[in-house]
């Protein structure tokens, strides 16, 4: 990660599992520069496009091994993730929550 992107980390939190592994687990906050209008309106001098961000969050997890913060479990990389799936040009509305999961192998 970035230094530049480390600002943006939060929620770091501690765990110990009955092995007796320390777990880590944080977020870390991605900004996307985005724009919309509202179905009703239209663009104009005096109405303007809407402009913010879309935020993200990612979410990691390690443990502690005894000697260093270990990589990827058995060489595979789970991640799942939860979308509404908004529409860049309307983020303001929701369209249908899911939760996506897949499993990579590192290699």
């Known amino acids: 990660m970035l230094e ?6 939060q929620g770091p939190r501690l765990y110990c599992d009955r092995a007796g592994r320390i777990w880590l687990t944080f ?5 996307h520069a985005t724009s919309w209008s509202r179905p009703w309106q239209v663009e104009s001098d005096q109405m303007p496009m809407m402009a913010g961000y879309k935020v993200y969050w990612n979410t990691y ?10 990589p990827a479990p058995n060489g595979q990389l789970w991640v799942l993730w939860h979308t509404d799936n908004r529409d860049d ?3 303001q509305y ?3 929550n899911q939760v996506m999961s897949c499993v990579r192998p590192l290699t």
């Open 4 to 9: 530049s992107e480390q600002a943006a980390l």
């Open 27 to 31: 977020r870390h906050k991605v900004e």
């Open 61 to 70: 997890v390690t443990y502690y091994d005894g000697d260093i913060w270990a």
């Open 89 to 91: 040009s309307q983020v």
């Open 94 to 96: 929701p369209r249908q």
